[in-house]
């Protein structure tokens, strides 16, 4: 079976598996305008074993095997790039940094936070535990004009920030957002904050203290979720009373 085929074949089996009431429940649930068959992401992960078993099976030339994830990231629809994203998860083993140019091509079908969170916390996050010296690139989207390119740069660090790796790299591009306006942008400026404090609570504080005059209150809130109490209220401080007389 070729790519058009495997293609055609997996578009079907979705249609055919359409969940009305999930697609209403999806709608609400995303902000954002989505294409969904209301498939539940337990579902998509399932069909994903099944074709990755069946490639392995018939050993399919990974480029192959490429060739089709792109084509269905490209329809930029819920399933099939949740789909497409679940089949590379089962070749970590390959990846080399020369996959992030392929990854930053399909940046453009980027439609909603789940798809931005996935792609950068399993797969451009794997690539910068390879080469740490991707960072550059990771800077160069945060001067992007799309709101989940600007989010991509952020939350790729998210499990390097984890292990308390890269703490410098988390600033640097931190202060690159610090003042953008989008709140999904805001939202994963914070939570990488969040996850750094949990290794480095005094350097993310003190960072905290010298943006929380300049940034949005939703990144100090988020940021400051595992800091000590007496830290946390000294940051939120004026952030609260910019809220209550606001």
């Known amino acids: 079976m070729n790519t058009k085929e495997l293609f055609t074949e997996i578009q079907n089996t979705i249609r055919r598996g359409a969940d009305p009431e999930n697609i209403r429940m999806l709608n609400k649930y995303f902000k954002e305008s989505i294409n969904t068959a209301g498939w539940k992401v337990p579902r998509v992960r399932a069909l994903a074993k099944e074709y990755v078993k069946k490639f392995k099976k018939e050993k399919y030339d990974i480029n192959k095997v490429l060739d089709l994830v792109e084509k269905l990231f490209m ?83 998210v499990p390097e920030a984890r292990k308390g790796n890269m703490l410098n790299e988390v600033f640097r591009i931190c202060s690159k957002l610090m003042k953008d306006g989008d709140d999904m942008v805001q939202k994963g400026v914070g939570w990488l904050l969040k996850e750094a404090s949990k290794k480095h609570p005094i350097e993310v504080a003190d960072f905290l203290m010298r943006w929380k005059d300049k940034t949005a209150r939703k990144v100090l809130y988020i940021a400051c979720e595992k800091l000590p109490k007496s830290i946390k209220e000294k940051i939120l401080k004026k952030a609260d009373g910019e809220l209550k007389n606001g």
């Open 75 to 157: 329809t930029a629809r819920m399933e099939e790039v949740t789909l497409a994203l679940e089949i590379l998860r089962h070749y970590h083993n390959i990846y080399t940094p020369k996959f992030f140019e392929l990854f930053n091509s399909w940046t453009r079908y980027l439609t909603n936070w789940a798809h931005t969170d996935d792609l950068g916390t399993h797969h451009v996050s794997k690539l910068l535990s390879i080469d740490k010296n991707l960072f550059k690139e990771l800077l160069k989207w945060t001067q992007s004009d799309n709101r989940w390119v600007r989010r991509l740069s952020v939350v790729s660090l």
